[in-house]
């Protein structure tokens, strides 16, 4: 049982390049979310996912999109990536279910650094 | 939409001695309130969780209260350890944001030996 997991952990990009970073779930979570962490600012939503083939918008989603084709992968991507968007971005899934109040369990993130 | 704010943003303590870690949330509808923990380049790990129908919750040197009509919780970690030195950051949600959790922007404990 993995647990979160992300790939890649660590990346370098130009500005104007794009990618796509990773998150897999092997507990059966249903909701998955993406989080950006900068210094000073806490973690911050920018995307997130209830369940197979949805997806929604967080606090912070500009310049980012994401995918739930598979119920245990949530991807986001970066089209053209800025020097702004240089963070660490950690990834989170729960059990979810109506009403849910439900622990995030995180993965290891990943640094990105966009120069 | 839902704003966190917590303090100290840096707190040092001798080892052996309390810690106390303060967050205050907007939205009255918020009903739940976890607190993680995350080590230095280490993903951050919920430590404890409160939720709105009670007051407090103790897991061995670990409690947090909540005041609901003040709008406030808190964070308390006695007899300190090394092992203690980390970045904590309080968070708040609640039913309708669908987990969606509001975070503080975090507290840096520092044990000093």
């Known amino acids: 049982n993995a647990g979160v997991t992300q790939t890649p952990k660590f990346r370098v990009l130009k500005t104007g390049q794009s990618m796509t970073l990773l998150c897999a779930q092997d507990?059966?979570?249903?909701?998955m979310y993406w989080y950006r962490q900068d210094p000073g600012m806490g973690l911050r939503l920018i995307h997130y996912?209830?369940?197979?083939?949805?997806?929604a918008k967080g606090e912070v989603p500009d310049g980012y999109n994401v995918s739930r084709l598979k119920k245990q992968n949530f991807l986001l991507g970066l089209e053209s990536a800025a020097p702004s968007q240089t963070s660490v971005y950690f990834c989170?899934?729960?059990?979810?279910?109506?009403?849910?109040?439900?622990?995030?369990?995180f993965g290891p993130g990943t640094r990105l650094l966009v120069l | 939409g839902e704003n966190v704010e917590q303090h100290p943003s840096t707190l040092s303590v001798q080892e052996g001695d309390s810690a106390v870690i303060k967050c205050t949330y907007s939205?009255?509808?918020?009903?739940?309130f976890p607190w993680y923990k995350q080590e230095l380049g280490k993903r951050p790990q919920l430590i404890i969780d409160?939720?709105?129908?009670?007051g407090e919750k103790k897991d061995q040197r670990i409690a947090v209260t909540l005041n609901k009509t003040a709008k406030h919780f808190s964070l308390h970690i006695t007899e300190t350890q090394p092992e203690d030195s980390a970045v904590y950051f309080c968070?708040?949600?609640?039913?309708?944001?669908?987990?969606?959790?509001?975070f503080g922007t975090g507290t840096r404990l520092t044990i000093i030996p």
């Open positions: 409160i939720r709105s129908n009670v």
């Open positions: 989170a899934s729960s059990y979810g279910g109506s009403g849910a109040q439900e622990t995030q369990y």
């Open positions: 939205d009255s509808a918020s009903n739940y």
């Open positions: 507990m059966n979570h249903e909701y």
């Open positions: 996912s209830v369940g197979e083939g949805t997806t």
């Open positions: 968070a708040a949600s609640y039913t309708g944001w669908i987990g969606k959790l509001t």
